[in-house]
């Protein structure tokens, strides 16, 4: 895999940095990107300009949009319109997600990550303010996607620091977590947000109780429930019977390496 973005072609045709960068990152990505999910070598890009959709797999049809951005990936990225994208999630469309990290300077790719569609839940959704009255889509009502809040295991690195990971392992890394697809998104956002919890330890192995003292932070995600003990049981239950977690017993638990 050949990192750097830059064709002389490109910067020859476009004037902006901004056009240069769109053209060359989708160039790049579909020369470059294998599929994550299956084990197809190539995407291919969509030529009917699907709006939210740039690429897909020829082999298991699954949907990809590409975002890029010369700044380190941080705790949130803008995203398009909000009830655009709620609407996509509770429907299922939305496409995985590629998060590029390019440097200008250099005209290379530095990081590349990949959010699985079923981490896209409303607790991860930030809400921004209209449009002041003034602007020309007066009243338009953007989104926030909330990288800090999708648990590390939906955010499987392809690149690091321009450091290549090999495509199986981020193909393993994909199928650890697949078991979410099962699930509705309403009942993905609570299990997520329990691995959120349980990845924040940052330690193989964790109690209940630790578990517990996030009840304050799971409160506020989803203000609508008053068992949020319970709901947190019910999450590592689950996540237990799928292989994440392993019961120790006497309420402890430890996280499964695959």
């Known amino acids: 895999m050949d990192l750097h973005l830059f064709n002389e072609s490109v910067f020859r045709r476009y004037k902006s940095n901004s056009q240069r960068i769109r053209r060359l990152s989708e160039d790049w990505f579909g020369e470059q990107m294998y599929c994550p999910v299956c084990k197809s070598d190539s995407l291919e890009s969509f030529r009917d300009n699907k709006p939210v959709i740039d690429f897909y797999c020829p082999r298991c049809m699954e949907k990809f949009q590409l975002k890029s951005q010369s700044r380190p990936l941080g705790n949130r990225i803008l995203d398009g319109a909000y009830s655009t994208m709620i609407e996509s999630i509770i429907k299922e469309t939305q496409p995985h997600f590629f998060l590029m990290h390019y440097n200008k300077n250099q005209w290379m790719v530095k990081d590349l990550e990949i959010i699985p569609n079923f981490f896209f839940t409303e607790s991860v959704i930030e809400k921004r303010k209209p449009l002041a009255s003034t602007a020309r889509r007066a009243g338009w009502v953007g989104c926030n996607i909330l990288l800090a809040g999708i648990p590390d295991d939906g955010r499987i690195r392809a690149i690091s620091n321009k450091s290549i990971e090999d495509p199986e392992d981020v193909r393993s890394r994909w199928r650890k977590v697949s078991f979410l697809k099962e699930k509705k998104p309403n009942q993905r956002s609570w299990i ?34 008053f068992n949020i003990k319970p709901k947190i049981r019910q999450q590592l239950q689950f996540l237990r019977d799928k292989n994440y977690l392993k019961f120790l017993g006497n309420g402890r638990y430890r996280l499964i390496k695959k």
Do not use: A, I, Q
């Open 192 to 225: 997520t947000d329990v691995m959120w919890c349980v990845k924040d330890f940052n330690k193989k192995e964790f109690t209940l109780d630790e578990v517990y003292e996030y009840e304050g932070h799971l409160s506020k995600l989803h203000p609508k429930n």
